[in-house]
Each structure stands twice: as C-alpha cells, then as structure tokens.
T-cell receptor, first 114, second 111 residues
Framework: DAGITQSPRYKITETGRQVTLMCHQT?????MFWYRQDLGHGLRLIYYSAAADITDKGEVPDGYVVSRSKTENFPLTLESATRSQTSVYFCASSASQGAYYGYTFGSGTRLTVV | GQQLNQSPQSMFIQEGEDVSMNCTSSSIFNTWLWYKQDPGEGPVLLIALYKAGELTSNGRLTAQFGITRKDSFLNISASIPSDVGIYFC???????????FGKGTRLSVIA
C-alpha cells in the first residue's frame, strides 16, 4: 500500500537493550524525519535526513542513531534504551525540508522501556 | 532553537460552539501549518499558510497567517464530536530548516 508505515506499533523493551524502530515510505520523498511525542513537550525532532546517506541531528538526538541506505527506509535505533526514552515515536516524510507541502506522518510506534 | 508557544493547552467546549487557538513564535516564520492528531494516530495536515495576512479555510476550519509573521490562528466553527483531538501548529522560517511544532492544544467536545 502507498504511504508511510511504521513498525512495530507497540514495543516493550528492557533498559539497556538495543531496539530499532522502522519507517518505510512509498512516495520516494527525499526528506524523512523522526519525532518523539511526550506529554507537555509536543513533537520534538530527533533526526532527519535529506536523502540517502545524508542525516542530521534535530533537537533531541542523544541516545539515538539513524541510517538511510535507501530512500524509502529510515530506521531509528536506540542503542541502549533508557526509561526516559519511553515515548511515542513518529516518522514523517516530505518532498521538501521547508515543508511547502507539509510533512506526512506515520501512525507512530509506542515504545515503553521498563 | 526556535520555540512556538501554542495556547490554550486544552479546551473543553460544548458541541456547536466555535473554537479559537493560536500560536506565537519568537522569530519570523515564512510558513505556518496546522495539524490535527486523532487518538492513536499521527498528525494530519489541515491547513498550510505561506503569506503574511493569508486567510485560508478548509470546511469549518479557518486559519490565518499573522501580519507580523510571528503568529498564526486557527478557528473551528460549530464544533462536532469528531473535532476531538490534539491540534498542532508548526512553522519554519526557511526552506532549509525542519518544521518546529508547538506543544499542541487538546480539544474535547461535550455532546
């Protein structure tokens, strides 16, 4: 199906474990983004990518790693999960970084770190 | 970094009432966007604004790009139960920087 899909929808992991959240888009959008949503903080940018093999830090990058070997995929890895990384994570894509067309968001991954 | 102040944080309104919310920036923006997030879903774009003073409607929703370029407003007329959700403003001041989001306004509609 066309669109942007995130997997898994729900994930529970233990402190210290590595976990990878997946994001896949079918529009060949150049730009992809990872946001986290927390009560009282709204949406905060973690990392973004302008194209394959080009990534940049956002507002809250510490503890996260991204890669983009293919245009359509933009996985987010928590190298050693901490309880403070319990959050809802949203992936988004756009044809432009300046958001002339807006960003299209996935349905999110709810991550709980215990 | 850039910050957006969105208010109110939450609203409880009766069905049929009109709703107003706003967003202010510490710096000038050249694009303002309004999103709605339904429970358990990602945000969905409602309205995009590209010029100072611009007024754009989408059904019962109307948004305005403030003339100072540091604020934007969203109005919802005759609210209905499906308007429930979180409304986010977002903006950017250049084509080279990602969107910055406000913290959201949580809207509850009482039937």
């Amino acid at each position: 199906d066309a669109g942007i899909t995130q997997s898994p929808r729900y994930k529970i992991t233990e402190t210290g474990r590595q976990v990878t959240l997946m994001c896949h888009q079918t529009w060949s959008h150049s730009y992809m983004f990872w946001y986290r949503q927390d009560l009282g903080h709204g949406l905060r940018l973690i990392y973004y990518s302008a194209a394959a093999d080009i990534t940049d830090k956002g507002e809250v990058p510490d503890g996260y790693v991204v890669s983009r070997s293919k245009t359509e995929n933009f996985p987010l890895t928590l190298e050693s999960a901490t309880r403070s990384q319990t959050s809802v994570y949203f992936c988004a894509s756009s044809a432009s970084q300046g958001a002339y067309y807006g960003y299209t968001f996935g349905s999110g991954t709810r991550l709980t770190v215990v | 970094g850039q910050q957006l102040n969105q208010s109110p944080q939450s609203m409880f309104i009766q069905e049929g009432e009109d709703v107003s919310m706003n967003c202010t920036s510490s710096s000038i923006f050249n694009t303002w966007l309004w999103y709605k997030q339904d429970p358990g879903e990602g945000p969905v774009l409602l309205i995009a604004l590209y010029k100072a003073g611009e007024l754009t409607s989408n059904g019962r929703l109307t948004a305005q790009f403030g003339i100072t370029r540091k604020d934007s407003f969203l109005n919802i007329s005759a609210s209905i139960p499906s308007d429930v959700g979180i409304y986010f403003c977002a903006g950017t001041n250049s084509g080279n920087t990602p969107l910055v989001f406000g913290k959201g306004t949580r809207l509850s509609v009482i039937a």
